[in-house]
């Protein structure tokens, strides 16, 4: 095992990061680990790269080729002058993705920096899928 950070999570808690071995993580995968007097969940740490400018996956703004989008309301204006309340939030990636995909379609009910986003978890998953342990 080889610690890379700790992040502060919710509630007080910390998380550490480390990079194991594909053989060590199929072992530890799902399960719990007892560390020092602690009893902690282990899961994969998957992060996936959100553009500030646009709201769109796999680019930084320095990179982005879109227009600017608003996160909280997909609008043509930056999260700062936004004044969108928050039961009229919508989602740029999740429009996007149903524009693009006439079989399913997902809510867009939502800001792009919501956590529980259908397309940040569909990215999330496919880095998962596309990773060899």
Excluded at 15 to 26: A, D, M, S, T, Y
Excluded at 87 to 93: E, F, I, L, R, T
Aim: with cysteine; charged share 25%; glycine share 4%.
């Amino acid at each position: 095992m080889k610690p890379k950070f700790i992040t502060k999570g919710r509630r007080n808690t910390r998380n550490l990061v480390v990079k194991v071995e594909p053989l060590v993580r199929r072992k530890i995968f799902k399960t719990k680990l007892k560390i020092g007097w602690h009893i902690c969940n282990t899961e994969d740490y998957v992060v996936v790269n959100r553009c500030s400018k646009c709201s769109g996956y796999n680019h930084r703004a320095s990179d982005c080729r879109g227009v600017e989008t608003c996160p909280l309301c997909a609008g043509g204006h930056k999260l700062k002058d936004c004044l969108t309340p928050a039961k009229d939030y919508k989602c740029a990636n999740c429009i996007k993705f149903n524009k693009y995909n006439n079989n399913a379609q997902v809510c867009e009910k939502h800001s792009s920096l919501d956590q529980n986003c259908c397309s940040l978890q569909a990215m999330v998953l496919k880095y998962k899928q596309n990773t060899e342990y």
